[in-house]
């Protein structure tokens, strides 16, 4: 067995865990659980440095758990949130559940009959036929008032100047989630709770719940909440969250997200997201830093990251959709990118749309650069950019006698108009 609490340290994971853990977790094989918010159907970036402590726990001899909070996902969180969460019903959780099994299966093993197999629990199932009577009298009585109003995650909800304040339902979400940590004690023999460093108030209440009731000890570990350079929040771009499931954020976007990082935070990125070991990112690191501008750094962070979560076929057609914007490529290699992929590479680029009725007997250069689209000012600057041979059409030189038509629209609906190296312009047709 590796030491867990070594691999963590060398790669910035560890923000905190309490005396013993390291020592506890030499003597043999242990089982250390995350917890997981089911609110989506997939999990995003920000889920990834929990993905990776798991992920990194089973390689190192242990037995990793992941909880999907079903029943805590009803009830809202109150770390570091300004509002409840929305309550979803049992049929949508359990979807929500499903999918995201199947995306820490490609970090995670479930299926072999090894010793630290991973499992999948929901602790839904357990919660689900507790009364409250039975909770507040067998679980209530052991934890004070004064004990979970000194929780920070609290005291900052009830301090903060919101009119919303905090409901019941949250401000008991500590005590369900210590719950769970006595249940898999109990039950699983789950000794270890990790997750972020905002979530050590309701870790340790989990400790005490198996102190005082389970009559044994367990141990937290925490990871730093991971930021940016700039300060800006990880795992958000304009579009919102960095999603792992590629209909939400397409393997384009995805490895585009790692590719745009900056030199500190890729070289901090590549220790916590991926499974190089410390002589290869050394390696990285030095041969980054002697030529910055080749962003080997990036490139290796957004392959390794990538094929981890999309695979290595999307992680090519990442690269090869990467390199239709900065690198030569044909009309095949347009056609070659799926609808999304396509309107991903070319988001933000002007665009126009021209009805099919209009289109039907094909549509002129002229037509298609300046009087139909306004892509150019006037004709007479369309007449001149084909003169100086500056114009192309899905990648490809055209003359002034060239015809758009059926043939060149890529997903039935779109022709890509560029001048020069750099101005695009997209033709819709509908």
């Known amino acids: 067995m590796k030491n867990f609490i070594e691999e963590l340290q060398w790669r910035g994971m560890l923000h905190d865990s309490m005396p013993g853990t390291e020592e506890h977790l030499l003597e043999e094989m242990r089982s250390a659980y ?12 920000g889920n990834l440095v929990p993905i990776m402590l798991l ?5 190192c001899g242990h037995r990793p758990i992941a909880l999907v909070g079903g029943a805590t996902g009803m009830i809202g969180d109150p770390s ?9 019903d049992e049929k949508t959780l359990r979807h929500n ?17 090894a010793d630290n197999a991973a499992i999948l629990v929901n602790n839904y199932d357990w919660m689900k036929d507790i009364s409250f009577l039975e909770f507040i009298r067998d679980v209530g009585k052991h934890i ?8 920070d995650s ?34 699983n023999a789950t000794t270890i709770q990790m997750g972020g ?10 400790t005490e719940l198996i102190r005082r009731i389970g009559g044994g000890k367990g141990y937290a570990i925490t990871c730093p909440l991971i930021t940016k350079s700039d300060g800006s ?19 384009y976007k995805f490895y585009q997200y790692w590719l745009n990082t900056s030199d500190e935070d890729a070289e901090k990125y590549i220790k916590i997201f991926t499974f190089l070991d410390r002589e290869t990112i050394d390696a990285l690191v030095v041969e980054h830093k002697e030529a910055p501008h080749t962003r080997i750094l990036q490139k290796r962070l957004g392959e390794e990251v990538t094929v981890l979560v999309h695979g290595k076929e999307e992680y090519e057609k990442a690269i090869a959709a990467s390199n239709i914007l900065f690198g030569k490529s044909t009309a095949d290699d347009l056609k070659s990118l799926d609808e999304q992929t396509f309107l991903d590479v070319f988001d933000g680029v002007p665009q126009a749309t021209i009805s099919t009725d209009e289109f039907s007997e094909g549509l002129d250069m002229i037509g298609a650069l300046s009087a139909k689209t306004n892509f150019l000012k006037s004709n007479g600057d369309a007449r001149r950019a084909l003169k100086e041979n500056a114009i192309s059409v899905n990648k490809e030189k055209v003359k002034d006698d060239f015809v758009i038509t059926d043939d060149d629209l890529i997903a039935n609906k779109y022709v890509l108009l560029q001048r020069g190296k750099k101005s695009y312009f997209l033709l819709i047709v509908e």
Not at 80 to 88: A, M, P, Y
């Open 197 to 206: 460093s905002d979530q050590w108030g309701n870790i340790t209440t989990g």
């Open 233 to 251: 929040k990880f795992g958000k771009s304009e579009g919102g969250n960095v999603w792992l499931d590629a209909k939400r954020t397409s393997a």
């Open 34 to 45: 995350v917890g997981f918010d089911p609110t989506a159907d997939s999990l995003h970036i």
């Open 154 to 187: 609290v005291k900052n909800r009830i301090g903060a100047e919101s009119k919303e304040g905090m409901s019941f339902t949250e401000f008991t979400y500590q005590m369900v989630q210590g719950y769970d940590f006595l249940h898999l004690f109990r039950e």
């Open 144 to 151: 004070t008032v004064n004990y979970m109003m000194a929780k």
């Open 80 to 88: 570091g949130k300004s509002s409840e969460r929305n309550l979803l």
């Open 97 to 113: 559940q499903k999918c995201v099994k199947a995306q820490l299966g490609h970090f995670l093993d479930f299926t072999s009959d």
């Open 55 to 59: 992920a990194h726990y089973q390689r």
